[in-house]
């Protein structure tokens, strides 16, 4: 069960009860992401969100930090994404209290000191160097540029070495001032924690965040203007050659997403999917394949990636459209479509068993979604889909003007490849 409310200053936060659990987590996340970022200083979401680890006022260092997390017997973390910044923190029930002030001193109180900086810098750029030495999440960030290079969504949430080496404490103050302020935040709970006590709780660490207006933001709305297919190859001398494959689709907002998922998970989501045993097991032309979604509040990516031996790139890319055309063309069986959605449903609890993670998962949809829906309301909505659900939708999107490929490796016959990139002929 969760609940929602509205504090005086604008905060929203949301509860979720867990009864009998020894656990709880805490969330403070912010609508503050790459999409928003100017492309002059991108990175900087990210940036911020680090140096949120350095150090407040009451606790000067990230030692001191860190050491009163670990007395309560507790985990912090967090994460920069495109749309959202989210921040965490688990530990032990009746540690609530301490855990609930070290948060949002944290998150609302960093210390932005020109030392921590300038070390943050080494570290982020370091990290950003390191990117392509990680080929499946290098695919992942050529694959939104390529899907939106003329948009803030398209950007790496890392940034660059030049504009990570700009930022100042002047500028990370600017930039949180206009994002972390009580309109653009979620705090969420999970836990076996009453209510009162954590509005009362939220009020005391916070009762200094005072209501600001409507910011400004570094994003404009996608309009979708591709028309043809986009490759893009990037020769790297490894064993084998990475894929990602991306299919333009839908926002978050669409309730056609549930059908859209569906299909991720007959293509690729298990060992039992459709890619894994024709493409891995019978064929033996790519490894690990998966099928995944994301999407925003504008739009969204049906994503394929896998590891595919270089002399059968060709061959992998044809069997592989070939797939989803079936998905097209020849209705779904009942207990395939069946098995689809029970492997979807399992991931999703599997993904909520901790409770910062069903944190997230509710303050997200609260923060980004128009209507937030409870674990059940979602499971009936994937049941609801229909096999003829999945012929629409996948007719809809499963189109040429769609396509975006990103292929790292050893790869140069680019021409044949851009052959293979269509639905069409198959």
Known sequence: MFRKFVLKNGLRLVTVSTPNSPTVGINAIIESGSRYENPKLNGISHFLEHICFAGTQKWPTKKTLMTAVEETGGIINAETRKESTSFWIKTRKDNFERAMEIICDMV?????DSYSIEKEKEGIIAQVNRRADFPHQYCLDLLFKLAWPNHPLGQNTLGDRNTVSKITPQILSNYKKRFYIPKN?????????????????????????????????EDKYIKEDQINPQLNIVPKD?????LALGIKAFSNQNPEKFSLQVIGSLLGIGFSSRLYLSLREEKNLMFSPQAF???????GLFIIQAQIVKDKLEEALEALMKEMVKIKNKKVNSRELRLAKEKLKGRILFSLENPERLADWYGTQELLQAKTLTVPEMFNQIDSVTSQDIQRVSDELFIDKNLNLVLVGPVTESKRIAEKLTFGNL
Request: no cysteine.
């Open 108 to 112: 609302f109180n960093p210390k932005l």
């Open 185 to 217: 935040t979620i705090i969420s709970v999970a836990g076996d924690i009453p209510n009162q006590k954590i509005t009362e709780s939220l009020n005391k660490y916070l009762s200094d965040l005072k209501a600001t207006p409507e910011i400004f933001k």
């Open 238 to 242: 490894t064993k084998q050659v990475y």
């Open 293 to 299: 979604v994301l999407l925003f509040q504008d739009t």
